[in-house]
């Protein structure tokens, strides 16, 4: 579908994200005046608990790329140092500490998908960073003498991360995790003398870190920084898209099939689908109203937040391939199949593979454990003698059809059982 995307140049940044409901809490200093001017690089640090990034950093990283694609530098911190260590923000309890090569591995999966996600768009080059390359550096004296002075035990117990963990006294707070603010606040204050970063933007429930790293750059620096938080991804139940919540929806491809994804966000509710592409895309505003106006049972919100996110995320190919995926799949029609069709088919439905040039009696494919369309050869003549399996959407009743005679390019055929069963076989 075509939907009328905004034009960076005719908005301000700041006044972009909040017309998209995109900001949670700013610092009172921080306008687009200052941006304007000064064009300070912007950064963002990512937690490399986990190898892939999901939905929910999709924010913060279209967050960096409006920025970017209004000639602005940005800055992606991966947590090599911090990582090690945990963040307590949000959590009721101490976290395992990860292996220094899990780290490790993490970072470097997650910089390939951060390359791979900026990549689609224009900009100045982001500049990725790890900022176990400075702390390694340090000792631990240097650490406390240099950084640790600076911050007051008294204002850290009434952060809320911390003040939980020590209420609840069966969990309470390490030190190792109780550190984790100073480690953040001095990366600040790094990016600040290497690159003039002046700005940090984060999810909202990093308030706290972020400020505390606003003040420290402003105590060893004598330059007043700048912070804003988005708020975090939820639908409208108040669920969070994490890592952490069941059926996590991840960017990598090999985690989150292209279509998978595309479902994903094409099943969102009439509640949601709105805000997703407000937040989560660059539709026009106007647009969006239009789309919201239009028939509900439509979908026309849900289509295009499916289309422009998956486009984004994958590429245009990808989006176009899980449109006409979806359709072959629901419609469990195709008068034509592409190899690249038959694969993206083959990541959503039970897949049979065959031999090229051996035979695929219909009847022994409907059994076969790879698809499980019928349970038994019995349960398979009783479906087949009810019209209920068709072949590329052409009913068939003959058990002993050998499904090399319909296939529909791409060397594939769609077969159906019933009104919603979709299954795929394939010959190479």
């Given at each position: ?18 017309a ?5 809490q700013?610092t009172?200093?921080?306008t ?21 990034l999901h939905?929910g ?6 967050g ?25 923000s ?5 976290r395992?500490l ?6 490790e ?8 998908q ?9 900009g ?23 950084i ?5 035990v008294?204002?850290m ?23 984790y ?8 204050v ?10 940090q ?13 606003v ?6 620096e ?33 985690e989150?099939s292209?279509?998978?994804f ?7 509710t009439?509640?949601?689908a709105?805000?997703?592409l407000?937040?989560?895309t ?6 969006l ?15 295009a ?33 592409s ?10 439905v039970?897949?049979?593979d065959?031999a ?22 019995g ?6 003698k009810q019209?209920?399996?068709?072949l590329n ?22 077969v159906?059982?019933?009104k ?6 394939r010959?190479?």
């Open positions: 579908m075509s939907v009328r995307l905004s034009d960076p140049s005719e908005t301000t940044f700041l006044s972009d994200l909040e998209r409901d995109l900001i949670h700013k009172p200093d921080m687009d005046a200052l941006i304007e001017k000064g064009r300070p690089p912007i950064y963002v640090g990512t937690d490399p608990s986990a190898p892939n939905a950093n999709m924010i913060p990283l279209l960096l790329d409006r920025y970017r694609r209004r000639g602005g530098q940005i800055i992606l911190l991966l947590g090599g140092a911090t990582g090690m260590i945990g963040d307590p949000g959590k009721d309890a101490e395992d990860q292996a220094a090569e899990a780290v591995a993490n970072i470097a999966s997650q910089r390939r951060m390359e791979a996600f900026f990549a689609r768009t224009d100045p080059d982001p500049i990725i960073v790890n900022n176990a390359d400075w702390f390694r550096e340090m000792n631990a004296i240097e650490f406390l003498r240099d640790g002075k600076f911050f007051s008294n204002a117990l009434q952060k809320d991360s911390v003040k939980t963990r020590i209420e609840n006294r069966e969990q309470g707070i390490s030190y190792t995790e109780f550190s603010a100073l480690l953040q606040g001095f990366d600040f790094h990016l600040y003398r290497k690159y003039g970063c002046s700005v933007m984060g999810g909202s429930d990093q308030w706290g870190n972020i400020v505390g790293g003040d420290l750059l402003r105590r060893m004598g330059v007043q920084g700048h912070a804003l938080t988005y708020p975090l991804l939820t639908n409208s139940e108040g669920k969070k898209y994490g890592k952490s919540e069941k059926g996590a929806v991840w960017l990598n491809p090999d989150t292209p279509y998978e595309y479902q994903f966000w094409l099943n969102s009439d509640e949601d709105p805000k997703f407000k937040q989560l660059d539709i026009d505003l106007d647009a109203k239009e789309l919201e106006a239009a028939p509900a049972h439509e979908r026309q919100v849900q289509k937040l499916a289309e422009l996110i998956t486009a984004r995320v994958h590429g245009a190919d990808a989006a176009r391939l899980s449109i006409e995926a979806s359709q072959v799949i629901f419609k469990g029609k195709a008068d034509t199949l190899e690249c069709l038959v694969a993206m088919i083959a990541s959503a039970p897949t049979l065959i090229a040039g051996e035979p695929a009696v219909l009847i022994d494919v409907l059994v076969d454990e790879a698809l499980g369309a019928a349970a038994s050869k349960e398979a003549r009783r479906l087949l019209n209920a399996v068709s959407g052409v009913k068939v009743q003959d058990e002993q059809a050998d499904l090399r005679d319909h296939i529909a390019g791409g060397g594939a055929v769609i159906s059982v019933g919603a069963k979709r299954f795929l076989v010959f190479g």
